[in-house]
């Protein structure tokens, strides 16, 4: 289950969480363009993934279990 945050969840028919089934963030990311191609502009233009409390952007390997709490959200910038 993805939990799609704030404005995101618009892209997806108004739902905010998505079933997709994943190992990692790129299964995740290409899953949830297939299933909700209205998010595909959102993904390409950048996201960040909240994997059970931390925070990545690009890191495409990164496993997710069946377990994992995520979250997606618009891409995190600053310092």
Known sequence: MVRLWGSLAE??????EV??????LRELLDGLATAHPA?????????S????GRI???TWATPINETS???????????
């Open 19 to 24: 079933e997709v089934i994943a190992t990692n």
């Open 56 to 58: 990545y952007n690009d």
């Open 39 to 47: 998010l595909k502009p959102q993904l390409e233009r950048g996201v």
């Open 49 to 52: 993934v909240s994997i059970d």
């Open 69 to 79: 709490e995520v979250v997606l959200l618009s891409r995190l910038v600053g310092g």
């Open 11 to 16: 892209f997806a028919a108004g739902h905010h």
